[in-house]
């Protein structure tokens, strides 16, 4: 499965408060740019993750944020969007400064 044009315009849309973003499409999601540095991802089945690690992590695995894991169970530095963000962008972009702070 990969993501279509909606569902990465959704992003844009989510995170229009950031300031100009840019996006690359690869492995059927989409990677997402501000300031030329990766912040977060659309995976191909739709999940938005934002790039964390340490500290921002915890916040984020407090929230009740999942870890990406690939089908082999390793994990990277992704953790989802919380749910009570996907429809608030205000919240969403709260998030999203956060983890560009921290990286």
Not at 45 to 54: N, R, W
């Amino acid at each position: 499965m990969s993501v279509g044009n909606d569902e990465i315009a959704f992003v844009h849309e989510l995170f229009q408060d950031l300031g100009a973003l840019t996006h690359r499409k690869m492995m059927g999601g989409a990677s997402f740019y501000r300031d030329v540095q990766i912040f977060a991802i659309l995976s191909s089945e739709g999940v938005i993750y934002l790039k964390a690690s340490g500290a921002m992590a915890d916040r984020l695995a407090q929230a009740g944020a999942k870890k990406f894991e690939m089908d082999d169970g390793r994990g990277m530095n992704y953790w989802t969007l919380p749910d009570a963000a996907l429809d608030d962008p205000d919240a969403a972009c709260d998030w999203a400064r956060a983890a560009l702070a921290a990286l």
